[in-house]
């Protein structure tokens, strides 16, 4: 399978834990998104790179998250000192720089005790 | 800021088309999307439209776009069980979600398939 895949599919961690996220892309896309999805909610935008420049960030991105893309290829996200609040769907999608289609991967899914 | 809206729930009987309806208020907008998701599942791309078009057709699905009136609808012909999903509008501008190409997202319509 050469879809976007994200590891781990569902996290629980307590209050003040930090995280990790893993995405990587379709192998030839240089461009990837993460983005949250919270229940009943569309996903909303966090961030996005091209290759391992992170170019724009969304204002929901608080100063606990942090993202990387050292190599161009995979991506993490972070969160730092989790709260309830951040429980929800974190997704990422990759597309080619110019490219008209964003395609998702399944999720990771967060649940903050 | 940008808005993308769409009304919550739509239910249909099986074997008819479906019409479902989305707004958007950027008039900037250069692409707008059509994603399903599944329960449990990602986002599927099911079809797009460039903004200087009007209409697009691919197989059971049809997109509509009035530019005009900022309106968007994909119609599902002769709908199946397996069309029970949520499905998102979403928009591509210049100025969405902060990032040159971020998409906004509506909340999406649950399509409820009738047998």
């Known amino acids: 399978d050469t879809g976007v895949s994200q590891d781990p599919r569902h996290k629980i961690t307590k209050r003040g834990q930090n995280v990790t996220f893993r995405c990587d892309p379709i192998?030839?896309?240089?461009?990837l998104y993460w983005y949250r999805q919270t229940l009943g909610q569309g996903p909303e935008f966090l961030t996005y790179f091209q290759n391992e420049a992170q170019l724009e960030k969304s204002r929901l991105l608080s100063d606990r998250f942090s993202a990387e893309r050292p190599k161009g290829s995979f991506s993490t996200l972070e969160i730092q000192r989790t709260e309830q609040g951040d429980s929800a769907m974190y997704l990422c999608?990759?597309?080619?720089?110019?490219?008209?289609?964003?395609?998702f991967g399944p999720g990771t899914r967060l649940t903050v005790l | 800021g940008e808005d993308v809206e769409q009304s919550l729930f739509l239910s249909v009987r099986e074997g008819d088309s479906s019409v479902i309806n989305c707004t958007y208020t950027?008039?900037?907008?250069?692409?707008l999307y059509w994603y399903k998701q599944e329960p449990g599942a990602g986002l599927q791309l099911l079809t797009y439209i460039f903004s200087n078009m009007d209409m697009k057709q691919d197989q059971r699905l049809t997109v509509l776009l009035n530019k005009k009136d900022k309106h968007l609808s994909l119609r599902i012909a002769d709908t199946q069980t397996g069309d029970s999903a949520i499905y998102f509008c979403a928009e591509s501008s210049p100025y969405s979600g902060g990032g040159a190409d971020g998409l906004t997202f509506g909340k999406g319509t649950h399509l409820i398939i009738q047998p």
């Open positions: 999608a990759s597309s080619l720089q110019g490219g008209d289609e964003q395609f």
């Open positions: 192998s030839e896309h240089n461009r």
């Open positions: 950027d008039s900037s907008s250069t692409y």
